[in-house]
């Protein structure tokens, strides 16, 4: 049988949500032109990258804070982004966080096995602020993800992993977007939201990997 390694890192608080939710909104800032010329579903303003941007970017200047817990951390979040929160990708991202936020109500901190009861709360919190939700968007990317992130969360205590593994499921979902949506079969382009999303998640990845959540690990 063979020994499992020690997990990298096993729970987040507070201080850890805080920092792996800001390395994902600045890879998404970092990408806003590109985000923009995918744009064009539901409307082909352009605007995807330069929305988000104006959503995400006040927790940048706000956070981090001095708070361990991670309901408290959370809630303040998402309050602020729906503050912030433009376009539709704003408001969708918003209400993402906002679900995490209720889905982490009374939670110090948590670890991988809870994120089967957390995370579908933000799926329908995301799918609640779309008037006529659509599959080939950032919402199918999302699902599934979030049910990647179920089937495996019972079987993996280690954070890293996890989000390695679900990160694929998201991309894989992300490329099949044009083949659920007319419009952008048409443009040859994926989901502008379907995109920014993977690139949330790919800024979380490349801070627990070489950041500085890897040195406080436990």
């Known amino acids: 049988m063979k020994t499992q390694p020690n997990p990298q890192i096993k729970y987040l608080d507070g201080y850890r949500y805080q920092s792996i939710i800001l390395s994902g909104c600045r890879e998404i800032i970092d990408h806003e032109n590109e985000l923009n010329e995918l744009n064009v579903f539901p409307i082909p303003d352009k605007d995807t990258g330069a929305n988000l941007k104006k959503t995400l970017k006040p927790l940048l200047t706000r956070y981090p804070v001095h708070e361990a817990r991670i309901d408290l951390v959370s809630q303040e979040i998402a309050d602020l982004t729906q503050q912030s929160a433009m376009g539709y990708s704003g408001i969708i991202f918003s209400q993402i966080l906002l679900g995490l936020a209720e889905g982490l109500k009374n939670h110090h901190r948590i670890?991988?096995?809870?994120?089967?009861?957390?995370?579908?709360?933000?799926?329908?919190?995301?799918?609640?602020?779309?008037?006529?939700?659509?599959?080939?968007?950032?919402?199918?990317?999302?699902?599934?993800?979030?049910?990647?992130?179920s089937r495996i969360s019972s079987e993996i205590r280690d954070f890293v992993p996890l989000l390695e593994i679900s990160r694929k499921k998201a991309l894989s979902a992300l490329a099949s977007t044009p083949d659920q949506l007319e419009i952008l079969r048409e443009k040859k382009v994926v989901d502008a939201g379907g995109k920014a999303f993977v690139y949330f998640l790919d800024g979380i990845l490349n801070f627990i990997q070489k950041g500085k959540l890897q040195r406080i690990s436990g």
């Open 111 to 149: 670890y991988p096995s809870d994120l089967n009861a957390i995370l579908p709360n933000a799926l329908e919190k995301a799918r609640q602020s779309v008037e006529y939700p659509v599959e080939g968007t950032i919402l199918t990317v999302l699902k599934e993800w979030s049910e990647e992130i």
